[in-house]
Nanobody, 126 residues
Framework: QVQLVQSGGGLVQAGGSLRLSCTAS????????MGWFRQAPGKEREFVAA????????YYADSVKGRFTISRDNAKNTVYLQMNSLKPEDTAVYYC???????????????????WGQGTQVTVSS
């Protein structure tokens, strides 16, 4: 069984920064890609960012490109989401997730992920 435990998040003013962390238990961090998604009230869960096992490729939603950075430390079984220049529209519950298969390709799709973190609230005030 895989457990993803998230930390970070909270309340920040517009223009501020936050960093989210997600640590996986066991040997099941590798060689899977990892992603971050978010869900605002009344909206569907949406893709934010993803990173391949080696970290050589990263993917971002257009809405966060240039502001958010995804990274991973495989020695620590941890993936990070550094969020800068935050906007009120970034307010949501953020989830980390692990892909269903080691060769999953459609990393922007919720369906490609089978294990999810518990979610953490990010609130950006204007």
């Amino acid at each position: 069984q895989v457990q993803l435990v998230q930390s970070g998040g909270g309340l920040v003013q517009a223009g501020g920064s936050l960093r989210l962390s997600c640590t996986a238990s066991g040997r099941t961090f590798r060689p899977y890609s990892m992603g971050w998604f978010r869900q605002a009230p009344g909206k569907e869960r949406e893709f934010v960012a993803a990173i391949t096992w080696s970290g050589s490729r990263t993917y971002y939603a257009d809405s966060v490109k240039g502001r958010f950075t995804i990274s991973r430390d495989n020695a620590k079984n941890t993936v990070y989401l550094q969020m800068n220049s935050l906007k009120p529209e970034d307010t949501a519950v953020y989830y980390c997730a692990r892909t269903r298969y080691s060769d999953s390709a459609a990393l922007q799709s919720v369906d490609e992920y089978d294990y999810w973190g518990q979610g953490t609230q990010v609130t950006v005030s204007s």
